[in-house]
């Protein structure tokens, strides 16, 4: 049997990297792409000619260079920029690009960046299966294999999250099972191994020191005794080895050590650390976040969610039975991520994708309570494995008409991904922005030669101009609102994505959208041509001029009452700009009756994603609207010398209806 478990291991990852090769060109590129390419490109330059600009040559016609290989991107460049994450996947995933697209020119410019996240998944899952299968069994191994690589997110952003959250998944899984083997067995090769392992992980960001309490805990429950023998194993290998990786990986270090470590720490507090709740106070319980453990019980898969479950209750009920422990092991390498995300005050958003390492574990849990099932069910010989691997029919089913979106996925017990979004689960749908190279095919293939084009609301960085028809004129400044100049806009419409915002409003608002990527019935794209032909009905007549707006301060706000309830399009005012300030912020709220506001601008010079200007001319501030339904507006400007406040205000305004009478 243990042969037979292996070639159907062996088919599951040899299926995986097959597929995901032949789709990679289905998948896009992610928001952070851009700097991770860029800077992996310049340091892969430098390690490779110790070079620090590029060569002008390079760039040269004819030659077959990166994308994200920029004139003025170079080495030099990234070095005064740096920071944030640790490079070195952006460094192996651009060797990827150096070897299979620019000299081997076997795959695209992007599929081969993202070909090292589907090589590192393939290996990463085959080392599941072995080291599963070493301490459980092979139908363990086996189970374990299929949770993983059927887990959506995990499947899913193996094809274009290939810089930062799967490799980090990946490495510091396999660093901390060899490490386990490694103590298990007192090897030294092992542990060298666990340190080379620990400074990739680190190398590519530093969640992997998250596992030293894992350890302690580990270490803790087999005993004092083997506790010390810890120490026999020239544990400072590992810390040292892992150092030495992150250290040469990163040149930035090079310049000050001490400094730039502190400065990379500063930037995880920074993004770890929130100086109030920054989630709906559902999410806290007695002071603790729920969000994490919220996304982990919707996201995973039923069939993996029962037999992790399983798993659990397996290694609670028996675990302390088990000499090396390797079930309390497990379980801790899944709670500790989940857990450090929840303490109050602990930053997390747009899902669980910055704890990926929750899933590999997960998975083996899974593994686990198959293997009890089916021993506590064994005297009906194949038929409960057979009936565990069958369960998995349904998820693999579901991916597949979900292609390729599956890292979105929603389990039944919130509704799927529809019930995701009725209820607006913070960062529901959010692809990273691999979406738009589904509607920039749809674009590519119907919109009208030379067509204008613009974002909602993202950079132009965030999609690659390769994936762009030549003819197109692909810039933001060409979202002109109700002025309605023709232009296409492409736009992900997931939670999170500026929704107040005015242009996003305009849009759902004004234009019937001409192409959609909608998943169970949910769009996560959008694509509109914002012309009249393609403009709701009801807004296809001109709006009008509001007449006899009254403005009234009210203390440090103006109240502007238009007479009635109006779909709101355009606010102007007027007033003398002498010996005033029109400097710092403000906000606009909005009323139908004058109780209940609904802030509209939370600042009142911000970017309207418009033709409209803030201020077009001295004495002069225009403001767009999406028909917003309001009656009152109230205005409040924060300076003290407002010119909103000591000089006389009028206003004027253009909206549709009334949509009821004046009552006064």
Not at 156 to 165: A, M
Not at 255 to 273: A, F, R, V
Not at 641 to 648: A, D, I, K, N, V
Request: aromatic share 16%.
């Amino acid at each position: 049997m243990k042969k037979l478990y292996r070639i159907l291991a062996g088919l599951l990852v040899g299926g995986y990297f097959l597929i995901s090769v032949v789709t990679l060109p289905r998948y896009g590129v992610n928001w952070d792409e851009v700097n991770h390419s860029t800077r992996g490109q310049a340091y892969i330059y430098f390690f490779l000619t110790g070079k620090k600009q590029y060569d002008q040559s390079l760039f040269a016609q004819g030659n077959r260079y990166s994308l994200y290989q920029i004139p003025g991107y170079d080495f030099n460049h990234q070095i005064k920029k740096e920071g944030g994450h640790p490079p070195l996947s952006d460094i192996l995933s651009s060797l990827f690009n150096y070897i299979f697209y620019q000299k081997l020119e076997w795959l695209g410019d992007i599929e081969a960046y993202h070909l090292y996240g589907v090589v590192l998944t393939g290996v990463f899952a085959g080392f599941i299966y072995l080291w599963v299968e070493g301490i459980y069994g092979g139908f363990p191994g086996l189970v374990s294999l299929l949770a993983l690589l059927t887990y959506p997110l995990f499947y899913g952003e193996s094809h274009f999250n290939v810089q930062k959250d799967i490799p980090e998944a990946a490495y510091l899984t396999m660093c901390a099972l060899v490490f386990y083997t490694a103590f298990i067995r007192k090897s030294t090769r092992l542990m060298i191994l666990t340190g080379i392992l620990a400074g990739l992980a680190l190398g590519t960001k530093l969640n992997v020191l998250f596992l030293v309490p894992v350890v302690i805990l580990w270490v803790l429950l087999l005993g004092i005794r083997k506790s010390i023998n810890l120490f026999k194993l020239k544990l400072f290998l590992i810390p040292v080895i892992a150092f030495v990786i992150y250290y040469i990986s990163w040149p930035w270090l090079w310049l000050d050590p001490i400094g730039n470590i502190t400065k990379s720490l500063g930037y995880y507090q920074m993004m770890g650390i929130v100086s109030e709740p920054a989630l709906p106070t559902s999410y806290y319980i007695l002071g603790l976040n729920t969000y994490a453990i919220q996304w982990v019980l919707y996201t995973t898969p039923l069939i993996t969610l029962f037999l992790s479950c399983a798993g659990i209750w397996w290694v609670i009920r028996h675990g302390g039975k088990e000499k090396s422990k390797t079930g309390f092991y497990i379980l801790l390498l899944f709670i500790v991520p989940v857990v450090r995300v929840s303490f109050p005050l602990t930053s997390i958003y747009g899902g669980v994708r910055q704890i990926m390492e929750y899933i590999p574990p997960l998975a083996i849990l899974a593994g686990i309570g198959a293997k009890f099932l089916t021993d506590k069910f064994k005297k009906y010989g194949f038929f409960p494995q057979v009936l565990i691997i069958i369960l998995f029919v349904p998820i693999t089913a579901k991916m597949i008409s979900m292609h390729p979106n599956e890292s979105i996925y929603f389990n039944p017990i919130i509704g799927g991904l529809k019930g995701a979004a009725e209820r607006n689960i913070p960062g529901w749908g959010n692809s990273l922005g691999s979406t738009y190279r589904q509607g920039l095919r749809w674009l590519n293939a119907n919109a009208e030669e030379k067509s204008k084009l613009s974002t909602i609301f993202e950079l132009r960085s965030n999609i690659p101009p390769i994936d762009i028809r030549s003819d197109f004129d692909f810039q933001n400044r060409y979202r002109s609102g109700i002025y309605r100049d023709g232009e296409y806009v492409i736009g992900v419409t997931h939670n999170g994505t500026q929704e107040s915002s005015y242009y996003r409003k305009y849009l759902d608002r004004f234009l019937d959208p001409v192409y959609e990527v909608r998943v169970e019935g949910v769009a996560i794209l959008k694509v509109w041509k914002n012309d009249l032909a393609h403009t709701k009905k009801e807004y296809m007549i001109p709006d009008k001029v509001i007449s006899n707006v009254v403005v009234t301060p009210r203390g440090r706000s103006l109240l502007i009452d238009l007479g009635a309830v109006y779909q709101l399009t355009q606010l102007n005012l007027f007033f003398s700009p002498n010996e005033c300030s029109m400097e710092e912020g403000g906000r606009i709220d909005g009323s139908r009756e004058g109780s209940q506001w609904a802030n509209i601008y939370p600042d009142i010079f911000g970017n309207f994603g418009s033709r409209f200007a803030p201020y077009d001319e001295p004495g002069n501030l225009q403001y767009p609207f999406a028909a917003d339904e309001v009656r009152y507006i109230r205005i409040t400007h924060y300076p003290l010398r407002s010119c909103l406040m000591t000089t006389p205000v009028k206003a004027s305004a253009r909206g549709y209806g009334p949509l009821n009478p004046s009552t006064e």
